[in-house]
């Protein structure tokens, strides 16, 4: 049972990525879905989450208009959009899963799965 998420980079502010989080071992079709953020020095912090059954994503309130999470069921995987990317944005990037037909949370302790975490720099 794996996450593996990829995508992460360098990229100017303003910039796009795309990051994605592949499960392997598990189907991702029954579970709520998340991507955290960290910092050095701060706790994670939930960006944005989605349902098993993908209804009403939710983000949180500094990233609502610029990050699109998604999730592609045959590939059994899900996504993070990240456009008008700033340096506030930075931050090392997991995706995380529970095995929930509840709603998604920004709860770290709620997620039974973890990524290994993939790094955004954002920075000119």
């Known amino acids: 049972v794996q996450l593996q998420a990829s995508g992460g980079g360098s990229v100017q502010p303003g910039g796009s990525l795309t990051l994605s989080c592949a499960a392997s071992?598990?189907?991702?079709?029954?579970?709520?879905v998340a991507w955290f953020r960290q910092v050095p020095g701060e706790e994670r912090e939930g960006v944005s989450c989605m349902s098993s059954s993908g209804s009403s994503p939710v983000y949180e309130q500094s990233v609502k208009g610029r990050f699109t999470v998604s999730r592609d069921r045959a590939k059994n995987t899900m996504y993070l959009q990240m456009n008008s990317l700033t340096p506030e944005d930075t931050g090392l990037y997991y995706c995380?899963?529970?095995?929930?037909?509840?709603?998604?949370?920004?709860?770290?302790?709620?997620?039974?799965?973890w990524g290994q975490g993939t790094l955004v720099t954002v920075s000119s």
């Open positions: 071992g598990f189907s991702l079709n029954n579970y709520a």
């Open positions: 995380a899963a529970v095995d929930t037909y509840y709603d998604c949370s920004f709860y770290a302790h709620d997620y039974e799965y």
